[in-house]
């Protein structure tokens, strides 16, 4: 059993009241650890090792703030290895994948933010002819909360952590309670870093209680949070009386556009990793592939066979594509969403059916599942499944492909396949998304802002945007004669 403490005041410590929840490996199934179940109390004293600490890392040096956070960035790279396998473990997600691309961005969100934090500046204005001098200060906000989900565990984590400690913040932050295990590890991580104890404090539990106490606290003053559009929903209505800035990064059902002009090959390969990378549960992940009825059923038939060669098994394989699903109750979420399909009269093309996998008969392993479906109602097409299935129907004019990809609740992220100038540009203006991509996916620069609109989100975090969501502005007006 791997038992894991909250890291509260640089310390690594038990729950006040020894409550502890069970923690899964869903590659097989079972219990392998325990995480503290944390209480207001446990919440309480987070926030006052990050209270106490605030004075003495706001008025840190921007070059020392810098400093340790490049050395937190090269200490994940050291234990990228290490770090990788146990994401794996505590996520379902291959090892390769987490080595390739969770790990790393953790380090790069260090990395960014240690750099940008010394490029950061503020604005001047001048007013001509009024004798007067405006100029504006970014002031860290104090104690603020950072509440993250499951899919990207530590990615995620620190891409909030990491620009909130930067711009001067100390923190109280929650993983998910259904993976912990990597932000508990970059407690130690943060230690060895010669990070000032209370500049970051992890508290571990549940949503509704312990992620509850942190938005409820009335000192924590601003909530980044990301998440599902519920929760998100719950989180804004929480802290709206007590005025508190939040930031949303919320679901997505994201519209794969794709265009006979486009590059074939090159769309056909991403389009494959952009629906079922990380076993579909990215929320940018291209769910609902629309494609131009002349090359419908070409697609249809390349798209099945590519997905065919996906194999389905042990995260700890070199050779697997798609691993465990996060959990049991998220399997049987996902698997739902297939018998719906069923009703609604979608038509299966590939998969719908659980894997079992030798030696993890108790895992939660889903076939990558491609769903024909005959209209944009369908709920399908309407809600955010966030597992390895997506859904494909055909589109006849670029008005049509337009309205079916806007015609959600969601608003986070589009692809369009096109080597047309005019329409790119078209789309790019129209399409209701805070992200869109065009002839690639999920290329990530962290200067750009990023997030969602509609239900997807409010707020963008990445980059200045990052810096400006974790600093108040505070204008200085200097009248002289
Ligand atoms: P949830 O909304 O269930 O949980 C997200 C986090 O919030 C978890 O740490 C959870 O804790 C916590 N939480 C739950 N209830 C509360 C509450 N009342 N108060 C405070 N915190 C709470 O999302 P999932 O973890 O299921 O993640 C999947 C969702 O995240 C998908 O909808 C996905 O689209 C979205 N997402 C969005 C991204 C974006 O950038 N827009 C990126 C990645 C994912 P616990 O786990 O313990 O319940």
């Not at 001067?168 to 990070?195: D, F, H």
Request: with cysteine; glycine share 8%; aromatic share 8%.
């Amino acid at each position: 059993m791997l038992n894991i403490k909250n890291y509260i005041n640089g310390k690594l410590v038990a729950p006040e009241a020894g409550n502890y929840l069970d923690n899964y490996n869903p590659a097989v199934g079972e219990i392998y650890g325990q995480i503290p179940n944390s209480s207001k109390e446990d919440v309480q004293k987070a926030y006052q090792a990050a209270a106490k600490a605030f004075p003495s890392w706001s008025n840190t040096t921007l070059e020392e703030r810098s400093k340790i956070l490049y050395k937190i960035s090269d200490l994940i790279l050291e234990k990228l290895d290490f770090l990788a396998v146990a994401e794996s473990k505590d996520n379902g997600k291959p090892i390769a994948l987490a080595k390739q691309v969770d790990i790393p961005r953790a380090a790069s969100n260090f990395q960014f933010f240690a750099n940008a934090i010394t490029q950061f500046s503020s604005e001047a204005h001048e007013s001509v002819g009024l004798n007067a001098v405006n100029f504006t200060l970014r002031q860290p906000i104090g104690v603020v909360g950072c509440i993250s989900p499951w899919n990207l565990p530590l990615y995620l984590f620190t891409w909030k952590i990491a620009p909130a400690i930067a711009a001067g913040n100390c923190v109280v932050a929650k993983p998910s309670e259904v993976t912990p295990m990597t932000a508990y590890l970059l407690g130690k991580i943060c230690n060895e870093a010669g990070l000032p104890k209370g500049v970051l404090n992890i508290v571990h539990g549940l949503g509704s209680t312990t992620g509850q106490a942190i938005v409820e606290h009335p000192n924590i003053k601003a909530i980044s949070f990301t998440g599902g559009t519920k929760t998100g929903a719950h989180i804004a209505r929480v802290a709206a009386p007590m005025f508190k800035k939040i930031s949303l990064e919320l679901g997505g059902k994201n519209p794969n556009i794709i265009f006979a002009d486009c590059d074939y090959e090159k769309m056909l390969e991403t389009t494959v990793h952009s629906s079922f990378a990380n076993q579909g549960q990215i929320c940018l992940c291209g769910s609902r592939i629309l494609v131009e009825d002349n090359i419908y059923e070409k697609f249809k038939e390349d798209f099945i066979k590519k997905v065919a060669q996906l194999r389905v098994g042990n995260p700890s394989e070199k050779d697997t594509n798609i691993g465990a699903l996060v959990s049991k109750q998220h399997l049987e979420k996902v698997k739902s969403y297939i018998d719906i399909a069923e009703k609604e009269g979608g038509k299966i093309l590939f998969g719908g059916e659980t894997v079992t996998v030798t030696d993890r008969e108790n895992g939660y392993y889903l076939q990558p599942t491609i769903i024909e479906v005959k209209d944009n109602e369908c709920k399908l097409n309407q809600e955010e499944i966030f597992g390895p299935v997506v859904t494909i129907m055909s589109f006849k004019t670029d008005e049509e492909a337009l309205t079916l990809a806007n015609e959600v609740k969601y608003g986070l992220s589009a692809t369009i396949w096109t080597n047309n100038l005019n329409r790119t540009m078209q789309f790019a203006k129209q399409l209701q998304t805070g992200i869109v991509w065009v002839n690639t996916w999920m290329l990530r620069d962290l200067r750009t802002p990023f997030g969602g609109t509609k239900e997807s989100g409010v707020g963008r975090e990445g980059g200045f945007e990052a810096l400006r969501f974790f600093t108040e502005p505070k204008n200085i007006c200097i009248k002289y004669e």
